[in-house]
């Protein structure tokens, strides 16, 4: 059974920082592309960034170099390094495979 687990969420002032995690479970984790997906309130589901099994990222053009996707396969953990948040960013973040997403964790964005 795929269980995605994200955590890292909260709180932060506009120009500040978050680190999210999505532990992997239920499948090979290394053997799968990986993305990040968003969806603010009152909005659809946003894609923001992937990675694929051989570590190549992309990401959406919003993000303009302030987020960074990683990922440890020994630890089958996905990771989103988000740096100069900006009020936009409100929005619960979850990770995906292409077939599955996890629960999301709460990012919010206020002064």
């Known amino acids: 059974q795929v269980q995605l687990v994200e955590s890292g969420g909260g709180l932060v002032r506009p120009g500040g920082s978050l680190r999210l995690s999505c532990a992997a479970s239920?499948?090979?984790?290394?053997?799968?592309?990986m993305s990040w997906v968003r969806q603010a309130p009152g909005e659809g589901l946003e894609w923001v960034s992937s990675?694929?099994?051989?570590?190549?990222?992309v990401y959406a053009d919003f993000v303009g170099g302030r987020f960074t996707i990683s990922r440890d396969n020994a630890k089958s953990t996905l990771y989103l390094q988000m740096n100069s948040l900006k009020p936009e960013d409100t929005a619960v973040y979850y990770c995906?495979?292409?077939?599955?997403r996890g629960q999301g964790t709460q990012v919010t964005v206020s002064s």
């Open positions: 995906a495979t292409i077939e599955e």
């Open positions: 239920g499948f090979t984790f290394s053997a799968n592309d």
């Open positions: 990675i694929d099994t051989g570590g190549r990222t």
